[in-house]
């Protein structure tokens, strides 16, 4: 595993949907491995990425936005909040610019373990004045006994050295858990499926995409080429949902798969040959059978 570096540990972001968790800690690593997009309930496992440099490795744990749950791949995706939230040596808890403190931060606020650090992370400070960060700030600290409270801006990556600098001052001793090289413990196959579903939930309209999920059928490097052939199947709930995802004349289809084959190609440094697919089962949200075969799984989450 190489050499023993000075601290090493697990960094859980939690916080509402839409809050930056993802685009946070895609720009923390430097690279993009969690998907993003406007809509709610983007994240929906839990996706471990790795920083690693001379003071350390950080094993990022970014989680699905706390909600309500609906069915129970909602209930899923909050049991995976919580979990990861147990396992964690530091937490990041993003919020946004507001002097509204709703009832979706105070039930975060009461789910964080007692014995774990937490750092309030003000995301999207440029789009306030620092007065107006600092009196917002001040009014989260009647919510709850933070270690720190730092304000950033994840998408321009505005004050990330600092909020490196109070992970790092949190975590214990030790050496590494990955090598130096990993940056996820996600395989090209699982990022591959979550990209096609980031496109698919940029170019379809609101209500569409919570029932979405993406499966990869197929993913082989043809022999002798730099070219990697990909089968995916896009999951809907509802007859209606597949004439929309796929669009007239199959426009909206393609739409998503030119999109997502530009990503993987980056992903994989090699020519994609994509091919999309869209079929109906329905209510697989409530059904834990499709839900694992879509790779939710409580048991992983144990």
């Known amino acids: 595993m190489g050499k023993v570096q000075e601290k090493a540990g697990f960094c859980a972001l939690i916080g509402r949907p839409n809050v930056g968790k993802s685009t946070l800690m895609n720009h923390l690593i430097g690279q993009k491995i969690a998907i993003t997009s406007a809509k709610p309930q983007t994240t929906r496992g839990r996706i471990r990425t790795v920083y690693t440099e001379e003071r350390g490795q950080i094993v990022f744990l970014d989680t699905p936005g706390i909600h309500r749950a609906k ?3 909602g209930e899923y995706m909050v049991t995976a909040a919580e979990r990861t939230l147990k396992d ?11 002097s509204f403190i709703g009832k979706g931060e105070q039930a975060i606020a009461r789910m964080l373990p007692k014995h774990v650090p ?7 400070a440029d789009t306030a004045a620092k007065a107006d960060i600092a009196r917002f700030m001040e ?8 270690h720190e409270m730092v304000p950033v801006s994840a998408l321009r990556a505005q004050n990330l050295d600092t909020l490196l600098d109070l992970v790092f001052a949190c975590l ?3 050496v ?3 090598d130096e090289e990993t940056v996820t413990d996600q395989t090209q196959r699982e990022i591959a499926a979550e990209i096609i579903r980031e496109k698919a939930l940029r170019c379809l309209d609101d209500e569409i995409p919570h029932g979405i999920a993406v499966s990869i059928e197929r993913m082989r490097e043809r022999p002798g080429q730099d070219l990697m052939d990909i089968e995916a199947v896009i999951v ?9 995802v796929i669009g007239k004349g199959g426009r909206m289809l393609s739409r998503i798969g030119s999109q997502a084959r530009r990503d993987i190609e980056e992903m994989l440094e090699m020519q994609v040959n994509l091919q999309l697919w869209v079929k109906v089962r329905r209510d697989w949200r409530d059904s834990e059978l499709m839900m694992k075969s879509f790779g939710y799984n409580k048991k992983d989450l144990q």
């Open 71 to 73: 069915n129970r791949l």
């Open 88 to 98: 964690a040596d530091v937490i990041l808890w993003l919020v946004e610019p507001s």
């Open 118 to 124: 937490v750092i309030l992370v003000m995301n999207k």
């Open 139 to 146: 009014g989260y600290k009647s919510l709850y006994p933070f």
């Open 172 to 174: 214990p001793e030790g």
């Open 176 to 178: 590494p858990f990955y």
């Open 236 to 244: 809907c709930e509802r007859e209606s949902h597949k004439g929309i």
